[in-house]
């Protein structure tokens, strides 16, 4: 029984799929789980709550108060109760709700009450779900630490074929139980993330930067807080921050704003990942005003900025773990090992640009660990997300072998 003595909140909204969620109750139960299940009115029109009621063991509530019994169903209570609240399945109506902070109904008060990790099954059709507007709505909905789950491709209630399915009961048991069970993992330890470009300013219009998206960096960051961490992520110019509650995000714009957030919360971190693309040159100068054309090329006198991972090694405590990145083209595997002794690092995650799918902007990866005891791991081309997830396990073994 992986799930014995949690609590989980089932939200069920206005579609077909909902006939699935009577099966994912049971499992869910059959796991050790205590539920409770809360209803829109639209999705009584798809399972009845007597079904849910009878497979949860527990009444079913749909709105704000029971007039027959006079009593009221304190959304905050059921939002603290709950060790995770999956909405299973999450209908295009009721995922724009939620996108908007939307309150107008039990599900949706609890929602903005809870304080677990909600975890979002959506379930419509295809058209429906490829909708920019729906898919700017789901892409909110993940930023701000929702964990979403499917929609997976298959026959659709419609006939049509495509992506929109609900995923199946057994897959969204499975994947909660294994992410509850890791989500103590890194329960208490203060995590510092960086992600994406810095950018060194010429003059008011022109500057130094690179191509870094920092989307691996807040795919670590997200990760690490959905482990249990408290994480702060020191982000450059352009990149998508999250929204999740238990990242604080402290954006910066240049390699030295960059070194002076590093080093702020550096002292106070357990583990610190170097994910940024820092620049490595600056201007000398900065000019306040517009340089003529004529000037620009004499107006482009370098100079290299702080490497602020190699600086953090020579500060680093022993109790302290200390992760970069490595970005090579060539000669990849001795280049980033001799970056791992030189900054006095725990490991060293190598990304070649050699490799398809891998590198800046992709929602792709493919990365070697190597550790400081030359242990070297590779893997395979993934997502970003999958990715995160993998250093994730790498760093917690790190953590459990100190
Ligand atoms: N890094 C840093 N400060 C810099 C430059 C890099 O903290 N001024 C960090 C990066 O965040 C990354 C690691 O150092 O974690 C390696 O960065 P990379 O650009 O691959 O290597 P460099 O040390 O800059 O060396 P080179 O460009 O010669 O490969």
New binding site residues.
């Given amino acids: 029984m992986k799930l014995l003595g949690k609590k989980i909140l089932i939200g069920v909204t206005g579609s077909i799929a909902a006939y699935k969620t009577a099966e994912l109750v049971r499992l869910f139960v059959k796991e050790g789980a205590e539920i409770q299940v809360v209803m829109t009115r639209s999705a009584h029109d798809f399972v009845t709550p007597l079904t849910l009621a009878t497979l949860s063991k527990n009444p079913v509530l749909t709105d704000f108060s029971d007039p027959d019994t006079g009593t009221w169903n304190n959304h905050v209570d059921l939002g603290l109760w709950a060790d995770a609240y999956i909405i299973a399945p999450l209908s295009a109506n009721s995922l724009g709700k939620l996108a908007s902070g939307y309150c107008e109904n039990l599900l949706s008060a609890v929602y903005l009450s809870s304080r677990c990790p909600v975890f979002l099954a959506p379930a419509m059709d295809l058209d429906m779900f490829a909708h920019p507007l729906v898919q700017e709505n789901l892409d909110r909905l993940a930023r701000a630490g929702n964990i979403i789950i499917g929609p997976e491709s298959g026959e659709l209630a419609s006939g049509l074929k495509g992506e929109g399915r609900m995923s199946a009961p057994d897959e969204i048991c499975n994947y909660i139980c294994k992410i509850l069970q890791s989500a103590s993992e890194l329960q208490g330890k203060n995590i510092l993330v960086?992600a994406g470009p810095?950018r060194e300013q010429i003059d008011p219009v022109r500057f130094i930067s690179n191509n870094s998206s920092g989307k691996m960096g807040v795919a670590i960051a997200v990760e690490m807080a959905v482990r249990g961490a408290i994480v702060t992520l020191v982000a450059g110019p352009g990149v998508k921050l999250p929204l999740n509650r238990s990242v604080t995000c402290v954006p910066v714009v240049s390699?030295e704003d960059?070194?002076k957030a590093?080093m702020q919360y550096f002292s106070d971190s357990d583990v610190t990942?170097?994910?940024?693309?820092?620049?490595?040159y600056r201007p000398v100068e900065t000019s306040d005003s517009k340089i003529k054309k004529t000037g620009l090329v004499s107006a482009l006198s370098l100079e290299?900025?702080?490497?602020?991972?190699?600086?953090?090694g020579t500060l680093k405590a022993s109790h302290q773990i200390l992760?970069?990145?490595?970005?090579?083209t060539d000669n990849e595997l001795e280049?980033?090992k001799g970056?791992l002794h030189?900054?006095n690092?725990d490991m060293?995650?190598l990304n070649s640009m050699k490799d398809t799918g891998a590198g800046f902007e992709k929602d792709t990866n493919k990365i070697t660990i190597i550790e400081k005891n030359n242990v070297i791991t590779p893997f395979e081309l993934k997502s970003k997300k999958e990715v995160a997830s993998d250093i994730a396990d790498k760093i917690i073994s790190c953590i459990r072998l100190q």
Avoid: Q, S
Avoid at 273 to 280: L, T
């Fill in positions: 960086t810095t390699a960059m070194y590093c990942i170097m994910a940024a693309a820092v620049a490595d290299p900025t702080k490497d602020i991972l190699a600086e953090l992760v970069g990145f490595a970005l090579e280049n980033a970056k030189r900054k690092l060293i995650i």
